[in-house]
């Protein structure tokens, strides 16, 4: 069976609410987001982070889980590094994407081995929640944050490879973005807590 890792990509996140500290809004969406891949079957978890922020994610991963310090915090580096720990497919997320269903994950990890790559775009924005490769992952696959990817550029940079794609989901990237948040929906425990100060 191959062996599969989901990394929580730590990038910086924009977005913070006027009242909260940026430092928490951060914490938080990471917290949120661990959780969440902590639920899935079948895969392992880690987190990436900037080679200068492993005290960050030592502060909000899960006992256990792989931290992989990134020179370029990019989905690129992180498939690299997981291709190196020697994972068979991998798939890298936003951190701000607190109540991202579990079941989307499952499809983007589900729609790579016979395809280089899969995508999860954003649904308010141009760029993807998520992205998944075989790995290793391929030349072509530019240094790029999620928010710089587009399934358009994948496309036409893949040549005549599949590049899987599953339904979208929507980032938190300013403030008024806090709007979608279903609050009825189980998930983004820390997030809410947050908002609810």
């Known amino acids: 069976m191959p062996r599969r890792v989901v990394i929580a990509l730590l ?13 928490a809004w951060r914490t938080a969406l990471a917290e949120d ?36 310090p990134l020179d370029r915090l990019c989905a690129r ?17 936003a951190p701000d994407a607190p109540d991202l269903p579990g079941l989307l994950v499952g499809k983007l990890m589900r729609a790579v ?6 995508a999860l775009p954003q649904l308010n924005g141009p760029g993807l929640v998520g992205l998944a490769a075989t790995l290793p ?13 587009r399934v358009t550029g994948l496309r036409a ?3 005549s490879a599949e590049i899987g794609e599953t339904p979208g ?3 938190i990237t300013k403030a008024a973005d806090t709007a979608w948040l279903d609050l009825r929906l ?3 425990e820390s997030v809410q807590a947050l908002l609810a100060q």
């Open 11 to 23: 990038e910086p996140v924009t977005g913070t609410p006027e009242h909260l500290d940026p430092g």
């Open 33 to 68: 987001l661990i959780d969440l891949l902590g639920r899935l079957n079948e895969v392992d978890v880690a987190v990436a982070v900037a080679a200068s922020e492993l005290a960050f994610a030592e502060s909000v991963r899960s006992p256990g889980m792989t931290i992989f």
């Open 77 to 93: 580096s992180a498939f690299a590094a997981a291709s190196a720990a020697g994972f068979d497919h991998a798939g890298v997320l």
């Open 113 to 118: 081995g016979r395809r280089p790559l899969a």
């Open 137 to 149: 992952a391929p030349a072509w696959l530019p240094e790029l944050p999620l928010s710089d990817l």
């Open 157 to 159: 940079g893949s040549g």
């Open 169 to 171: 989901w929507r980032r």
């Open 186 to 188: 189980d998930g983004a």
